[in-house]
């Protein structure tokens, strides 16, 4: 807690003309791009310049600093905030000619802050909610290192600014719920509570009391006016006092600044307009053409960046001078490869030996406990789905509120909340995050995959339950367009494996991943092994290959995924006694083979007739399959009922598949 | 309100007997099906025959009779409490050979309650929190439909049973709040409050206070042992008298009845076994063997029935007697397709004399003049993006918890609670909902959506910004893989419309379906009108069709949708000034095409070389191409920038598919 004793608040003075720079550039930025809004961020200038000048601690020369306080603007369209601050601040790519280029193609500064896209944006926001949620992850994530390496090394803050849009989507009662559960004081949030929406004022559409809402989930709660910069200031400090999440609701006046469209709807989202923005000029007394900061201002702003540094030098040295200085760069380094590979071929070996019938779910398991062997650092959870998803390994014990040196999350029936915190926790540093529900509920925090994929975050869902062969559950529950709703996602490797082998291949893939989620389909059902000979290459890894090999030249290539390999070998097994030649192709992931180059592409899939073998709609399977070939599995949804009777009421069985061959087979010949 | 004044409540022995029934019809449904949730219909028991037995009015000879109370197990693992209460309410459907065939193949009694599987079913869940969020559709449907219709025709509850888990769901939030911000007293919540989940005991996970919760929404809270039937009665009777929607908390031991087993987390979802089973039978004094229920109980449950079927009787001599009832049938009828397909003949013809370029989006709103001036049942809304979605039409005024006789409702910044909201109004009857929001929060609300699909309900979905095109907000805000996510899904209409006539047609086929839900992709940007030649056949309805023919046979077909058609016209034109006949296939849907003759898809795509063009992924377009067709479209998530600097860094523009066109065409000569 060294750091808050430096902090000097700037005169008063200081700080109304920061918070003014704030708003100018907001509004010229907006302008100069003719799209974008300019409410928020001049509505949350006095906020943020109280929180940035006195409190939070970021070092623009070294934006990835560990220890490091967290912002995250979870009301991404106000975007223009974060850009004006760093600016200010003097992050080194952050420049006028950024500013100026709001909103252009190759610009740093998106419509809504990009993770990657410029130093300091700690997560992309934009889409409601997932700031809040991800944020939840950062600060659960800083409390679970602080117990691994202590106060030394880790004591930080993580701030939040949200809007309405924020808290009225779903997903941010599962990350308050978790975060009040969790207590997670280190978590404060500040409600951008200015009583308008897209459509107008709040009272069209809520009548929420905000403030019961979150004590009703465990949170510190309190109320400022968002324009006074003591009483902002006052309740940070009350809030950094309290164990507990804080929020403050800050009132605030949407757009303040602009003389006539403050306070109003039109204020929300579109550029001011030359006249508003000269008269914003005149009633902030701001005489500066646009882009232009006075020496004075960009003075104030450079003393809360050095104080920043001061920090992290202060911080350098206790590292410095820390035993755990090693052990705590190891846990920030990417995985060893070397060392889970070489666990997994030992893994892969004892499989091919033993021939586990297992479901994939259960192969999961195995192979997570020599995961979790090698990356001590990797932290587990399910949606309360534990037992079925087979998530937690030996040994795992539970993150509560007493004791954040847990390393498995209950994340409770907050399928949403799950994979949002995932992301924060894989963000801020330190872990590997996985967690599990069933596929068919994917879509429940689809929006927070797609996160996960568009910042390139190695997070790894685990997905049972993968398709009608969960049985009795019925249709709400089995998936049957998910998989192809998933592949459809750019930067997300899927990952169906066919048994334990390849469930140990895929673990392997997903753990060691630096740029890209993984999401694992693994089936409710038993399977047998169908990897006997055993290989120290991750076959998997090439998305498809040729798991069954014909004597001589082949007829028909089977080509199917998890569950169905099974079902492709049965069927080339029956051919083979009619003295036809079926390869059978095992296709674990499409994404991998995408990228493998044509010629293995072309010698996996032969020029035979092929049929496509999925327990799911056939989309997707264009890169196996041309128009004219076969497909055997849903074209609807699923129906209640054990699952050896679904597979036959669907067609999917050997026989068909066998059937099918043999007339395309002779349709050809 | 002369329905209640009838009530007799049951004796108290009758009662526990008829409790005792459902619990051990539960149990026996799930040990006959070797799978299934015990836990929920045996705790359950108690509040649900008491709820029936003296409130819930229906009359299981007319499952459907409009004024019936909707009963919603939102729990729907649960769904063995609704089997047995419906087998012993005597539903014809639902006899002692469903309940032994629980979960199994053809029968009525799937896995979770599914919509239009048995009667009495008035939504699927399984989904967790789906039931909450679809019952305030109904809820809220009832107070509309009564706003027009009066208390005497319309005068109905709906009662939802819940559990831990989809109070945990972040779209229970939505749910929660929109009842509130609407007051939808008519609505009664009852949470299974038993304090497992299925990790263990909800402490693992959850802290938050769902009364205090529920409170900040503006609900009426009340607490009781769920196993003191005057207890629940009383509740009951407060929660009916309160003008707010109701949340009645019921203390419940989960598995209730099952000796050894009740209470843990063990009971939740597996079968209790043999000698738990005799054991329960012994503790609940209950002889007989599994599905034989004594007279008596029979004769306690048939009472129920008799109160239902007196109470439709009297509402049929009321309707008999009302001046509105031939009112009342008309907005309960699918809708006028005749007058319908005339209006948008006109709408169309006026088009095509006028040229109107504008977005798809304003061409929507265009055309919804036209079919809410046809359909006066039509309830618009918008996830606060009415002016983005342009959703409201002029006359339309907000529905409020002080009128309901509006047809436009605030959902608020709730994609998710809207679209099951908009279910329950299309469950409930009466009204043709329709909501907006931006595509790419399609995410945000898939879930719903794919219930929509599953239960074939015909609600239909307004998504603008549906590509790249909407320029500045970026890659968070821009679909690129949500067409093909959503083309995956069975039983979904996707409608991508090219310009005004297109959007017209789309509306047309949206607003007449009957058992399908239809999604709208529109654009933020204007786009010239294509359909210069007025034509009275609803082309959008043959899913693609050849827009620009070429004169002699074809060198290219360009194949396009949406925003892309236009380009796929200027390229044609660049073809045509160097000799090439292209011919311009604009394909708004693919599903539609899809069930369209064989001989007609073939004459529509032709033998030429074809070129698919689309600002998404290419996943989907495998009916259109051949794997070695090329495709000019996404491959990856799109960028910041003005839409028309987007399309030309991704290469989606004329000179690219000109170019692209050329080399095929000559690779093939």
């Given at each position: 807690m060294t750091i808050q004793t430096e902090v000097k608040p700037r005169a008063e003075a200081d700080e109304k003309l920061m918070a003014t720079a704030i708003r100018v550039l907001a509004m010229d930025g907006v302008e100069a791009a003719k799209s974008g809004h300019p409410g928020a961020p001049m509505g949350l200038a006095d906020v943020a310049t109280v929180l940035f000048n006195r409190y939070l601690t970021v070092d623009p020369a070294a934006?990835?600093?560990?220890?490091r306080d967290r912002f995250v603007m979870?009301?991404?369209?106000?975007?223009m905030l974060v850009y004006a601050i760093h600016h200010l601040l003097g992050?080194?790519?952050?420049?006028a000619d950024q500013l100026r280029a709001f909103?252009?193609?190759?610009?740093?500064?998106?419509g809504h802050p990009e993770y990657g896209?410029?130093?300091?944006?700690?997560t992309t926001t934009g889409p409601l909610g997932q700031g809040i949620a991800t944020a939840v992850g950062m600060a659960l994530a800083e409390r679970m290192q602080n117990a691994r390496f202590?106060?030394?090394l880790v004591d930080h803050w993580t701030y939040v600014l949200a809007g309405d849009g924020c808290l009225m989507e779903g997903i941010s009662h599962e990350a308050i719920d978790l975060a009040g559960h969790l207590r997670l004081g280190r978590l404060i949030l500040f409600w951008d509570?200015?009583?308008?929406t897209i459509d107008g004022g709040t009272e069209l559409s809520t009548s929420t009391d905000q403030r019961a809402r979150f004590k009703a989930a465990g949170w510190h709660v309190q109320g400022v006016d968002g324009h006074d910069p003591e009483a902002i200031a006052g309740a940070i400090e009350a809030a950094r006092g309290d164990p507990r999440p804080s929020l403050v609701a800050c009132k605030t006046v949407i757009g303040?600044?602009?003389?006539?469209?403050?306070?109003?709807?039109?204020?929300?989202?579109?550029p001011l307009g030359e006249a508003e923005i000269a008269a914003a000029r005149k009633a902030l007394d701001w005489p500066h053409p646009p882009f232009e900061v006075p020496d004075q201002v960009r003075e104030a702003w450079a003393q809360v960046a050095r104080r920043g540094a001061a920090s992290r030098a202060a911080w350098e040295a206790r590292k410095a001078a820390s035993a755990q200085a090693a052990a705590f760069d190891a846990s920030l380094a990417a995985p060893d490869q070397a060392a889970l590979a070489a666990a997994m071929v030992e893994h892969k070996a004892r499989l091919s030996d033993q021939l586990p019938r297992v479901a994939t779910r259960k192969a999961s398991e195995m192979a997570l406990e020599v995961v979790n062997a090698v990356l001590p650092n990797s932290i587990g959870g399910s949606a309360d789905l534990t037992g079925s998803n087979n998530t937690r390994t030996g040994g795992m014990r539970p993150v509560t509120r007493d004791d954040y040196?847990?390393?498995?999350?209950?994340?409770?029936?907050r399928e949403h909340g799950m994979a949002a915190a995932m992301n924060g926790i894989a963000l801020h540093g330190g872990f590997f995050p996985y967690g599990g529900t069933?596929?068919?509920?994917?879509d429940y925090c689809r929006p927070a995959i797609r996160l996960s994929a568009l910042m390139g975050v190695p997070v790894t869902y685990v997905m049972?339950?993968?398709?009608?062969?969960?049985?009795?559950?019925g249709p709400t529950h089995q998936p049957v367009e998910t998989l192809a709703s998933l592949r459809a996602m750019p930067n997300l490797t899927v990952i169906r494996p066919a048994d334990a082998v390849e469930t140990a291949e895929a673990w392997q893939i997903a753990a060691a991943a630096t740029d890209t989620p993984t999401l694992l389909c693994l089936s409710r059902q038993n399977l047998p092994l169908v990897r006997t000979r055993h290989t120290t290459?991750?076959?998997?890894a090439r998305g498809a290959y040729v798991l069954h090999r014909a004597e001589?030249?082949?007829d028909v290539t089977l080509i199917a995924t998890g569950s169905e390999v099974e079902i492709a070998l049965a069927a080339a097994e029956r051919l083979a006694t009619e003295g036809l030649r079926a390869v059978v192709v095992s296709a674990p992931s499409f994404e991998l083979f995408a990228a493998q180059p044509a010629d293995y592409r072309v010698a996996v899939l032969g020029c035979a007739p092929r049929i496509g073998i999925e327990a799911?709609?056939?989309?997707?399977w264009e890169q196996f399959l041309e128009r004219g070939d076969a497909f055997v599995g849903m074209t609807g949804f699923g129906a209640s009922a054990p699952a050896p009777d679904l597979y036959r009421h669907f067609g999917i069985t050997a026989e068909a598949v066998a059937a099918l061959a043999k007339t395309r087979i002779e349709g050809r010949t």
């Open positions: 934006p990835a600093w560990p220890d979870s009301a991404g369209h106000g975007s992050y080194a790519d952050m420049g909103r252009q193609l190759g610009a740093r500064t998106a896209h410029a130093q300091g944006i700690e202590g106060d030394d509570d200015n009583g308008i303040k600044g602009a003389p006539t469209m403050a306070g109003s709807h039109k204020v929300h989202g579109a040196a847990g390393n498995y999350i209950h994340y409770g029936i069933f596929l068919a509920f994917a049972t339950h993968d398709s009608i062969g969960l049985g009795e559950d290459e991750n076959l998997t001589g030249p082949r799911a709609v056939r989309q997707g």
